[in-house]
């Protein structure tokens, strides 16, 4: 197999920016045929400077290649009646519109949910929002940075007490994690329309990913407790599960929630066999009763070796911890290169680039990944296989439709 299940599956994409543009790249990565209409001057993300893989970028713009990738691209003036007329041919071949347009530009384009499936029944109809398609905020703006990291409470939860302002959050965390969750409406909305004959409105928010993200705490304030932000170690009462400082001030980071199992094991371990039947860390309760001599203890061990030798020591211990990785240290790490985790995509003059291949795969296999199309790329080519003659491509080019 071969990146093929959405083979035959012919999604039109009118989106910007991330969010939407990202699950039609998923769905590309597995064989849909992913038609994306872009305005005539391009999605203004091909424009966005950031972090050196934007349009600041001296090669290839990483960030709309990631978007993008596997796409074909054709340009139409949506705001004449020729180029809507134009999408409706178009929509009328497809399976997915999927879209993250607001509600009140949809309703002026005519491309609403309400009338665009009377006109195509069987089409699977995939919103992208901000704030969720009902109530107060259905048409106001939303990017992942308003909707999804500020309004979804993600910034207040991750912000330590102390700081006077909300820490940031890094590029697009929300929009690529919505993707994710419309990609898998899409596919169920598939699978009912293969099933059934008939065509599903799906609809994920920003919103609705961070509160998702942040069940446990949701929960927690269902429950009459609201939660805080968490200061330094944080609260937990098992000193088994947190990070410890290391010689060279890394990181590393213990999850042994069944304390008990591993306390005994990882005192040999770290040659401190008189912290086994310290009456005070004998086990589970005690260790949270002595919490703050128990976590004394440990930062003691922890700065006396480094981030390497705490690697190798507990290399040998059968437990769940894990380094504090930098990003960087990602590019090369055995698990991450072992699955293919990055892939390269093949450019047409023989070149490269890596992407991050995503963290779905079929038969222990990886997407195979293709390039992301120049803005308006395929327009031509498209109109010829849907049926229109060259004169009639001159036509439109001359009426303003088309570039």
Request: charged letters at 25%; a negative charge.
């Amino acid at each position: 197999m071969d990146s093929d299940a959405f083979t035959g599956v012919r999604v039109v994409e009118l989106a910007q920016w991330v969010f939407v543009p990202v699950a039609g790249a998923l769905l590309a990565d597995w064989g849909a045929e992913v038609i994306r209409v872009e305005r005539p001057d391009g999605d203004p993300y091909r424009q966005l400077a950031t972090q050196g893989i934007g349009s600041d970028s001296a090669g290839v713009n990483l960030s709309v290649a990631l978007a993008n990738r596997g796409k074909r691209s054709i340009s139409i003036d949506l705001h004449s009646e020729r180029g809507r007329e134009l999408l409706d041919e178009i929509l009328a071949t497809a399976d997915v519109f999927l879209t993250n347009f607001r509600p009140g530009a949809l309703r002026r384009l005519g491309l609403d949910s309400d009338r665009l499936t009377r006109r195509h029944p069987r089409l699977v109809y995939a919103r992208g929002h901000g704030f969720g398609s009902r109530g107060p905020g259905a048409d106001k703006a939303g990017y992942d940075s308003s909707a999804f990291w500020a309004h979804g409470g993600v910034a207040h939860m991750l912000t330590p007490p102390e700081r006077d302002y909300p820490i940031s959050q890094r590029g697009a965390m929300g929009d690529r994690n919505g993707a994710m969750a419309l990609a898998f409406g899409v596919a169920a909305a598939l699978l009912r329309q293969q099933r059934t004959g008939s065509g599903t409105v799906v609809d994920v928010s920003l919103l609705a990913t961070a509160m998702w993200m942040l069940s446990s705490d949701v929960l927690s304030a269902l429950a009459g407790n609201p939660p805080q932000a968490v200061s330094g170690r944080g609260g937990s009462v098992n000193p088994l599960v947190g990070a410890y400082r290391t010689k060279d001030g890394r990181h590393i980071q213990l999850v042994f929630l069944e304390s008990d199992r591993y306390w005994a094991e990882f005192c040999r371990l770290i040659g401190r066999d008189d912290l086994v039947d310290d009456s005070r860390f004998v086990d589970l309760a005690a260790r949270a009763t002595h919490r703050d001599a128990c976590v004394a203890e440990l930062e003691t061990e922890f700065a006396n070796r480094t981030f390497d030798e705490w690697k190798q020591l507990l290399s040998g211990l059968d437990a769940p911890w894990a380094p504090v990785q930098a990003v960087a240290e990602l590019l090369d790490d055995p698990q991450v290169l072992a699955n293919g985790y990055l892939g390269e995509v093949d450019m047409d003059n023989g070149q490269s680039y890596p992407l991050p291949t995503g963290p779905v795969q079929f038969d222990e296999r990886p997407p195979t990944l293709r390039r992301a199309p120049e803005h308006g790329e395929h327009t031509e080519q498209f109109l010829l296989e849907l049926g229109y003659s060259w004169d009639g491509i001159i036509g439109l080019k001359d009426a303003g439709v088309i570039p």
